[in-house]
């Protein structure tokens, strides 16, 4: 017996749309036909006039927990992404204590168990935490992350030393290694020295961060990961500048993609004044001409996905005169479809092309293909039921996300998703949440259907030198 069955939408997958309704049994769609020709189900829901995608995949959210709860737990992140058309997330380590061992990796699956969208666990790699990788696979972590570049948690960045050793233990997995791509020597070497000067203002986050921390660190992880074979990730691309080294390491067939973030896309340096340091986010919101590379770069596929980098602080956390105190990034991930939503609204944008950036390719990239990422006989039912035409304005106040404070303050949007469902059950309904939904979330399963890891150099690994066969 069918479940549910969603009547009278237009299905937009990533390369076309059709009218069809769409049936689910369980946790999968069961069925998608001719509208009126599913037969009956437990529930019939009309929504006729609404478009249908695959939920958004969002590789790159903070909920904080455990450690820094009173900024965001599993919970109200989960939450936040239900309202937000958000079906799967990827949560960073840079919690307290990071997730860098398989007793830390445990206790934040047990953390997890709150949440009400699916979602993966990032494992850390650190300088000081090689050792533990091995574990972190076997515990079934869903990817690794890496900070290059120092931000929120202070995590020290590892040495080039120990990176490449990283990418040799993690490159056999197939497991992708996504990369805070920033240079933590030239960060720290500028930003003491514009301290030490007394400059404060909002804009030197840009000065102690240009682009060439950016551009200097995806080409060395590009040569790493071309070196031990491994698959790389450059999260939160900010500059026309690193999209150079990607395109060149995408070229020479190393197995990288890209992603940004709204307010790459939306915020640019004109934004400082008014802003202040809510907008201090890492890496730093950059040029106009940042913003339009990186639009184009999104168009034609060198940037492969939007994620958000929810990364929620308290208002006394964000605001503050003086640049250095102020704690980086801001809540996203629901506010992320609206925001591109809007622009589908204004022909920047085909909604074909928003359902490969925000579910396709995700789900691709990550190995949670063809399980999730679109809308077919057999896929999770992981959905995002839009009403293309309706306007809100994004106010902090009403965020689900703990962190009330956002760069967007008082944006009008056009289109917002009207129903969330993970596999098969709402967790978002007519703009409400569905309680009693904790719970629901589970952990992913990567590496489906991708093409087997091809480690290279193998006969120079650390761990062959070392006869270290295990
Ligand atoms: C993130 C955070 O607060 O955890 N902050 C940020 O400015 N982006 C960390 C990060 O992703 O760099
Ligand atoms: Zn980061």
Request: hydrophobic content about 25%; aromatic content about 0%; overall charge positive.
């Given at each position: 017996m069918t479940d549910l069955i969603l009547t009278g939408g237009t299905i937009v997958h990533e390369n076309g749309r059709e009218t069809a309704d769409i049936a689910i049994t369980g946790d999968l769609i069961s069925a998608i036909g001719a509208p009126g020709s599913l037969g009956n189900a437990g529930e019939i829901v009309d929504v006729t006039g609404h478009h249908i995608i695959p939920g958004a995949i969002d590789m790159h959210v903070h909920f904080r927990e455990p450690g820094y709860t009173h900024k965001e737990d599993w919970g109200t992140g989960t939450q936040a992404a239900a309202m937000g058309g958000v079906t799967t997330v990827f949560e960073m380590p840079n919690t307290h204590p990071p997730t860098r061992s398989v007793v830390e990796f445990q206790k934040k699956q047990d953390c997890a168990k709150k949440a009400c969208v699916d979602f993966g666990i990032y494992g850390l790699l650190a300088e000081d935490n090689i050792d533990e990788i091995d574990g972190l696979i076997a515990a079934g972590a869903n990817a690794f992350k890496c900070f290059m570049g120092n931000t929120f948690g202070n995590l020290p960045s590892p040495s080039t030393g120990a990176m490449l050793e990283g990418f040799e233990k993690i490159a056999a997995s197939g497991l992708r290694i996504s990369l805070h791509a920033e240079t933590a020597s030239i960060m720290a070497w500028r930003q003491a020295k514009l301290e030490a000067a007394g400059l404060n203002d909002p804009l030197y986050h840009i000065a102690a961060r240009p682009e060439v921390v950016a551009i200097e660190a995806v080409a060395r992880a590009a040569i790493l990961a071309e070196w031990t074979g491994a698959r790389i990730h450059v999260l939160h691309i900010s500059s026309a500048g690193e999209l150079r080294p990607l395109a060149e390491a995408k070229a020479r067939g190393v197995d990288v993609t890209g992603e940004t973030c709204p307010c790459y896309l939306f915020l640019d340096s004109r934004d400082y004044d008014r802003l202040g340091s809510i907008i201090?986010?890492?890496?730093p919101v950059r040029e106009e001409k940042d913003s339009i590379a990186i639009w184009d770069a999104l168009q034609t596929g060198i940037v492969d996905m939007i994620a958000t980098d929810h990364a929620p602080h308290t208002p006394e956390e964000k605001k503050n005169d003086v640049i250095w105190q102020a704690d980086c990034g801001f809540p996203g991930v629901e506010t992320q479809m609206p925001l591109m939503l809007s622009e589908v609204a204004a022909g920047r944008m085909t909604l074909e092309h928003y359902v490969k950036i925000s579910s396709a390719n995700p789900a691709r990239a990550f190995g949670l293909w063809p399980m999730k990422g679109r809308l077919a006989v057999g896929a999770h039912a992981d959905i995002a039921v839009l009403d293309l035409a309706r306007k809100e304005a994004v106010q902090a106040a009403r965020l689900h996300s703990r962190g009330k404070v956002t760069p967007f303050e008082g944006r009008e949007t056009i289109g917002a998703p009207v129903h969330t469902l993970v596999r098969g059950q709402f967790v978002q309904r007519d703009r409400a949440l569905v309680s009693d939904m904790a719970g629901h979330g589970r952990q992913v399963t990567a590496i489906q259907n991708m093409p087997e890891a091809k480690p290279v150099n193998t006969d120079m690994t650390l761990a062959h030198l070392l006869g270290d066969t295990a």
């Open positions: 201090r986010v890492n890496p």
